[in-house]
């Protein structure tokens, strides 16, 4: 295996899951910042609906995390 691929900053894999865990937790951010600028002010039901939204998102960020941490540790970079 070529050294630049063991390096962190040469794993492609690594980059990868870094980058779908920004992604995700940016997407997370959004859905709570938009979950709170619509308390009070949303019907129930639509508050709902974002409210399962910013919760799958969330889930997801953490997924992505765990995936991320999970290459770090095994593949060493």
Do not use: W
């Amino acid at each position: 295996m070529p050294a630049s691929s063991k390096t962190p900053a040469g794993c492609e894999e690594r980059s990868r899951l870094l980058q779908a865990y920004n992604e995700a937790t940016r997407e997370f951010s959004d859905r709570v910042s938009a979950l709170n600028a619509r308390i009070g002010v949303t019907p129930k039901n639509e508050y709902d609906l974002m409210e399962r939204a910013s919760e799958d998102a969330r889930l997801k960020s953490e997924q992505a995390r765990i995936a991320y941490e999970r290459h770090v540790a095994d593949h060493g970079c």
